[in-house]
């Protein structure tokens, strides 16, 4: 998706407040959305899906509002796809299920049990998959040109750049699909690009910029 | 269940855009009311997680595995070969560091990792990204102008210095093992800990000084 | 500028709202700002630098705010970096020109030299240079991999992109040099580009997407 | 004059954002005011051009060349030679039409106009553009999905039919003209101008019925 989150090398975002110093959440409404995003999950949710729901914000929106305020929005939104709750409720603020009877709430969790859990749910993305890895470390690699409408990893600066494969990094689950509900594995690398592949204005830099990329993405260059 | 139907989503966006309060912290409250209200969520568990961020998972990780890496060769060359099983000897795996990679700065290569699609980050060893490696400027510049994006953080690259970009595309994540300063070889592994800054392991910050 | 302007192709802005049926403007301030627009312009401005000085807007102010109040955004700043006035003068909605005497406003324009100027100001961006065109029509060409940092009319959609010169425009001011004050014509060429060049959906299409383009975005295919 | 520094200007874009009032009305207000009080503007000349692009200059201008295409060939030859100096033969060469093309449907080709950088329009001949033209909804999704977009507007273009989408990337202006009606062959220029629709001229409009 050619979205507003798409933002590397987009001009006109302005200078960088550099300083955060405090603690991690500066409001409390922060602290609680961080929480709600970690015990209140739709069933057969994939990371992709819901950063594809999160890039589906309207654009001023996603630009105009606080970092997890984005991160509520998005939570709204999956729970309403998958049937959790309805706009009305949102409205209402309250279960307008007539016939439902409320169930006990999940019991409470401990932070010994949360911080177990942060350490249990370490998720892993790669598998094995039967056919061998198309590219070598050290080989070139050309991007592809376009990219889908749907959710995808390869970003609008680094569509159609020859680039050098730098590391195999194992099979992955592919996200184009995942973000529609299908995990397949796919074999992934890190591309390394010269700084002035990407940008006029970097000729003649020495940097570079990394990105993992997944197979199909890339063409023998 | 999902159907994954982008085009639903897309209209319940602007739905609530217009119908949500118009505060960031009556929008989260409504959200919390309307899950404990459908027994879907326990209010003491979001604290729980609150807590955990706050008090226990933080950069002081990524600060101990950094000072152990600069103390101790056979480790730093654990989290090199695998940086997950290095990190969990400390029992620091966890959220987003199952395919955690570091990348070491040298005296000719400096490394800066960023997200430019959303705002991934390596939370059970550094925590909560700061606010400014999840707002539109640094996502947008760190690739196109990683020296003018130091410059601001107070960080001059010399010509001589390769600058990487790690953009985190995939499910990797990246820690920069930053230079351990010189004169800090009596030190201990806790006295280091405490000259690594939290963005030092991102690479907005480089050179740590002397302890 | 890869900025917030360019629209084209861009994805998440929504359904149009497709009636506009009433007058040409639908709010007082409207109408004021098209004729400040008009009349109220600093010396040696360019269209060209205009666009640039609006596409530098805050992306969430371009997005946020309608139609002609980015019109008056991109007055202000024109006025401000040009000189005509500052930023405290703002403030107050006042002149704090110390020791300037008030000259007299100019003459107020009738209907009829509102109308005759609207005529006169059919400004032409032709001109004749020396060098032959380098592109002929019915020529394959593919459109510059890069942008560049300032103003350019090569619209991101349309870089590293194979299209056909359909027509020769004549030599036209170069907007990537006029923005910055120079003038300089070069050859201008109108190009065809297959809906399934430009997009990922659109495979098997037999729709066209036609720019007007500058020789130096194109090169031989 | 100009330095042309667009950092600066970039600049003071961010302390507007922040200093102006927080409405559009009382923006330009200001602006005005402003103009006015520095003897830059008189605030009559506005009026002026107000009254000329509410009463004088507007999409009929555009409906009268398109019905004097269709009724005498010579004419519509003309206009498919060299617009500017076609219109100017109804006076309404002016604002951004000095280098006019018409580009004509046909039942196998349909025209559509826009401008995907900014929202470059030919003000002499079709004024003001309608709010839809100038919003990121149109601007974005045209050049992609112009199918979809036509859709939106109630027009449904058949496969057999190639959409060509005109986007304004120089000083070039387009006017599409639509196909003339079926039995409308007694009609006057007068009434045939009757027929034309803004958007017909824009392509968001295609088979303008009978009269």
Redesign the interface.
């Known amino acids: 998706?050619?979205?507003?989150?798409?933002?590397?090398?987009?001009?006109?975002?302005?200078?960088?407040?550099?300083d955060?110093e405090g603690?991690?959440?500066?409001?409390?409404?922060e602290?609680?959305?961080?929480?709600?995003a970690?015990?209140?999950r739709?069933?057969?949710?994939t990371?992709d899906?819901w950063?594809?729901?999160?890039?589906?914000?309207?654009?001023?929106?996603y630009?105009?509002?606080?970092?997890?305020?984005s991160w509520?929005?998005t939570?709204?939104?999956?729970?309403?796809?998958?049937?959790?709750?309805t706009?009305e409720?949102?409205?209402a603020?309250?279960?307008l299920?007539a016939n439902r009877e409320?169930?006990?709430?999940?019991?409470?969790?401990?932070?010994q049990?949360?911080?177990q859990e942060?350490?249990d749910?370490?998720?892993?993305?790669?598998g094995e998959i039967e056919a061998a890895p198309v590219f070598s470390v050290g080989q070139r690699v050309v991007t592809a040109?376009?990219?889908?409408?749907?959710?995808t990893?390869?970003?609008?600066?680094?569509r159609?750049?020859n680039g050098t494969i730098q590391a195999y990094?194992g099979a992955?689950?592919f996200?184009d699909l995942s973000?529609?509900?299908t995990e397949v594995h796919q074999h992934?690398y890190?591309v390394?690009f010269d700084a002035a592949e990407?940008?006029?204005?970097?000729s003649g830099s020495?940097?570079?910029?990394?990105?993992?990329?997944?197979e199909s993405y890339l063409r023998g260059a | 269940m999902s159907d994954f139907d982008a085009k639903k989503v897309a209209e319940i966006h602007e739905h609530l855009h217009s119908h949500l309060p118009s505060e960031s912290a009556l929008r989260v409250k409504a959200l919390e009311t309307l899950l404990v209200d459908k027994g879907l969520v326990n209010p003491q568990t979001i604290d729980a997680w609150i807590e955990a961020y706050t008090e226990e998972i933080g950069p002081k990780r990524g600060a101990r595995v950094v000072a152990k890496a600069w103390s101790d060769p056979d480790y730093r060359q654990r989290l090199l070969d695998d940086a997950p099983a290095a990190i969990d000897e400390l029992g620091y795996l966890g959220k987003a560091t199952a395919h955690l990679k570091v990348v070491e700065n040298s005296d000719t290569v400096h490394n800066l990792v960023v997200c430019t699609l959303c705002s991934c980050y390596p939370f059970s060893i550094l925590g909560i990204a700061p606010a400014w490696y999840k707002a539109a400027a640094y996502r947008s510049r760190a690739v196109r102008d990683p020296r003018g994006v130091l410059a601001e953080f107070g960080v001059d690259i010399g010509d001589n210095v390769e600058i990487r970009v790690w953009d985190s595309t995939a499910e990797l994540r990246y820690l920069v093992i930053p230079q351990r300063p010189a004169g800090t070889e009596g030190m201990s592994e806790d006295e280091l800990a405490e000259l690594v800054t939290r963005n030092s392991m991102i690479g907005t910050d480089r050179d740590l000084g002397e302890g």
Not at chain 1, 63 to 69: I, T
Not at chain 1, 75 to 85: K, N, Q, V
């Open positions: 998706m050619d979205g507003i989150h798409d933002l590397g090398g987009k001009q006109g975002y302005g200078p960088i407040e550099v955060d603690g991690p959440f500066h409001e409390d409404w602290g609680r959305e961080w929480g709600i970690q015990c209140a739709t069933p057969g949710i990371i899906w950063r594809h729901c999160r890039e589906l914000i309207m654009p001023v929106d630009l105009g509002r606080p970092y997890f305020d509520a929005q939570d709204f939104s999956t729970y309403i796809e998958a049937g959790w709750m706009l409720e949102i409205a603020v309250k279960s299920e409320h169930g006990e709430p999940p019991a409470a969790m401990t932070l049990q949360v911080l942060d350490h749910h370490a998720f892993r993305f790669d040109k376009h990219g889908h409408a749907g959710h990893r390869l970003p609008q600066y680094a159609g750049r990094n992955h689950v996200p973000a529609r509900g992934c890190n390394m990407l940008w006029p204005e970097a020495k940097d570079k910029v990394c990105l993992d990329l997944w």
